[in-house]
């Protein structure tokens, strides 16, 4: 062991441990209770956020999750506390399930498997076809692009919304407000996957929605404070854009006097686009190979430079 301690006490929570438990390392002592003698943290954010200042022995929160923006940044700064995430942990499993809302909406598949099982034989032939749409990505992450890599086979042409100009698998960049623009007004499919920052908060607002395409289709897969909720409600409830499709809400979960339950152009999922089992295994890999690094004081996969 590398840190030149007997035993360091991580809390795990129950469900991870039992998947992960014969190839943990045996200087470790796990604990399912926020103990106070906790050096690692592997879960949540939500489920430590309240604990920090009484955890004193705290060095290093393994993060099962990507987005970290709940945090007490400057505490765990001021602490020298180490942090890393689960970035490309569920980037795969979330763009099939973009994919499969896309086409779901499309294809009416909701409207035939209701006539199937009514026993209804009632033909429709203003389906919408995906073959040579064009798709705009707010985010340029491995969720977009592991969206883009599926989509390419229905010859689509994408842009993008990113800090960075550097090369990449998208047929346009672009990096300013004015370029944003630009994507929100001739993309027939908006694909909004970013995380959750100052920067982010809001920033598709209603003048950026008012420049939707009436026939456009909305996704949100990053977080739901990106953008302006109430007046997304407005818009689909007018019909002003075809749909939307919403894994992040600002408030999760859904309330049932949630206005989005009444939406018929919208379709949900309560933010679990991206639990699969294929993720649970890349999850648990993560975890350990990060909990052996950080023993034998290796390089840490997903660090937040802090």
């Known amino acids: 062991m590398g840190l030149g301690v007997d035993k360091m006490y991580i809390f795990i929570p129950k469900r991870i441990h039992e998947q992960i438990e014969d190839e943990l390392d045996k200087s470790w002592k796990v604990v399912h209770e926020l103990d106070k003698d906790v050096d690692v ?38 602490h020298g ?17 973009v994919v499969a809302q896309i086409l779901n909406f499309n294809k009416g598949l909701e409207t035939y498997h ?6 209804i034989w009632k033909p429709y032939f203003d389906f919408i076809d995906l073959e040579g749409a064009k798709v705009g990505f707010i985010g340029g992450g491995s969720i977009a692009g592991e969206i883009l890599k599926r989509l ?54 209603k003048p950026l929605f008012d420049l939707m395409h009436k026939d456009a289709f909305y996704v949100n897969v990053g977080r739901g404070q ?20 919403l894994d992040v809400f600002h408030t999760e979960p859904l309330l049932e006097s949630s206005p989005y339950w009444q939406i018929k152009n919208l379709l949900i999922t309560p933010h679990n686009s991206s639990n699969t089992p294929l993720s649970d295994k890349v999850l648990m890999k993560l975890i350990v190979n990060n ?12 660090e937040i430079k802090l």
């Open 41 to 78: 943290f592997v879960g949540m954010a939500s489920q430590i956020n309240d604990h920090l200042d009484k955890l004193k022995n705290l060095k290093y929160l393994l993060l099962i999750t990507a987005g970290y923006d709940t945090l007490d940044i400057s505490f765990l700064k001021e």
């Open 81 to 97: 506390i180490r942090l890393t995430n689960a970035r490309d942990v569920y980037s795969v499993s979330i763009a099939e399930m």
């Open 114 to 119: 209701d006539q199937q099982e009514r026993r």
């Open 152 to 205: 390419k086979g229905f010859n689509i042409t994408s842009s993008v919304y990113r800090r960075s100009n550097e090369p990449s698998l998208f047929d346009e960049t672009y990096n300013t407000i004015e370029g944003l623009q630009k994507l929100m007004a001739k993309s027939d499919y908006i694909i909004n996957t970013l995380p959750l920052s100052e920067s982010t908060t809001n920033l598709i607002d």
């Open 226 to 245: 990106t953008h302006d909720e109430s007046y997304l409600i407005k818009l689909l409830n007018a019909h002003k854009i075809r749909g939307a499709y």
């Open 291 to 302: 909990l052996n690094n950080y023993l034998t004081q290796n390089p840490l996969i997903n």
